[in-house]
C-alpha cells in the first residue's frame, strides 16, 4: 500500500487508464470494465481494476495538474509495477482546424511547467509519447472513423490565466491544444522506462468559444475509453 493509494499488491494492474476526474475512473470502471472492484476511495481518487475483453486493466483518478499526476504515476509505477499508463482527458482546442469532439493524441508536449527544468538543471527537455503507444491509438481511432489528430500539445499549469499571449505564440507553431497533466506523465515514463500517451477529447475550443454539452461530452468520452482500452491491451 502506497501513500496515496489503498490497494494491495496485485490489486493493480499493469496496464492503466489515467482519468483526471475520479467519478470517470468510476463510470469507466462500470460500464467498460468486467468484474469491476474498487481498490481504492483514498482522498475521494477513486480506483479500479476489472477486465477488458479477458485482459486485466485498471483505471486510477489522478486529480488536476502535474503535481497531482507526478504523485500518482510514481506511485502506480514503483510501488505497482505499471508498465503501460494512459491519460484519458480532455483539452482545450487552438487550431481552426480542429472541431469539438475530435480525438487528439498527443506526441509531444511543451510546456509552462518548470517540472522538467528541476530535474534537468534549467535545460529543456521534450517529453514524448510511447511510439507504440501511439501508433496503436491512431490505428484504433481510424477504425472508429472519429477526427483523430497526432501532434503537440501544451501543458500548462495554469487554467485561468490573465492573458492570451503566451498562448497565441504556441498556436503560431502548430501546437494543437493544451491540457494540465501530460508533461508529468511523459517524464516519469520516460525516467522509469515505461510506457504512456495522452488521448485527449477537445471539449473547449480557445477560438470559438465553444463547449461541449453535457451529453456531448459523454458520448466523447466513451470513444475515447474504447480507444484507450482497445490500445492498452494490445501486446
Given at each position: 500500500m502506497s501513500g496515496h493509494l489503498g490497494a494491495k499488491k496485485g490489486e493493480i494492474a499493469d496496464r492503466v487508464l489515467l482519468p483526471g476526474d475520479p467519478l470517470r475512473a468510476k463510470f469507466v470502471a462500470e460500464q467498460f470494465l468486467d468484474k469491476a472492484y474498487c481498490y481504492s476511495e483514498v482522498r475521494g481518487m477513486?480506483?479500479?481494476?476489472?477486465?477488458?475483453?479477458?485482459?486485466?486493466?485498471?483505471?486510477?483518478?489522478?486529480?488536476?495538474?502535474?503535481?497531482?499526476m507526478s504523485i500518482y504515476g510514481t506511485e502506480l509505477i514503483n510501488d505497482y509495477g505499471v508498465k503501460k499508463l494512459v491519460r484519458i482527458g480532455t483539452c482545450g482546442a487552438m487550431q481552426d482546424e480542429l472541431n469539438i469532439r475530435d480525438i487528439i493524441l498527443a506526441q509531444a508536449v511543451s510546456s509552462d511547467s518548470n517540472l522538467?527544468?528541476?530535474?534537468?538543471?534549467?535545460?529543456?527537455?521534450?517529453?514524448?509519447?510511447?511510439?507504440?503507444?501511439l501508433m496503436k491509438a491512431f490505428q484504433q481511432a481510424q477504425s472508429k472513423?472519429?477526427?483523430?489528430?497526432?501532434?503537440?500539445?501544451?501543458?500548462?499549469?495554469?487554467?485561468?490565466?490573465?492573458?492570451?499571449?503566451r498562448l497565441h505564440k504556441f498556436m503560431?507553431?502548430?501546437?494543437?491544444?493544451?491540457?494540465?497533466?501530460?508533461?508529468a506523465l511523459y517524464t516519469l515514463a520516460a525516467k522509469y522506462g515505461v510506457q504512456a500517451l495522452s488521448i485527449l477529447t477537445v471539449g473547449s475550443h480557445l477560438l470559438t468559444n465553444e463547449r461541449l454539452t453535457h451529453k456531448e461530452s459523454e458520448q466523447s468520452f466513451y470513444e475515447m475509453v474504447e480507444i484507450a482500452l482497445n490500445t492498452v491491451i494490445d501486446d
Open positions: 477513486y480506483g479500479y481494476t476489472g477486465l477488458y475483453k479477458g485482459v486485466p486493466v485498471s483505471v486510477q483518478g489522478t486529480g488536476m495538474g502535474n503535481p497531482s522538467t527544468e528541476k530535474i534537468f538543471y534549467g535545460c529543456n527537455y521534450a517529453p514524448t509519447a510511447d511510439f507504440s503507444l472513423q472519429v477526427n483523430v489528430f497526432v501532434g503537440n500539445i501544451y501543458n500548462s499549469d495554469e487554467f485561468y490565466r490573465e492573458t492570451l499571449d503560431d507553431f502548430g501546437v494543437l491544444a493544451v491540457e494540465m497533466e501530460s508533461t
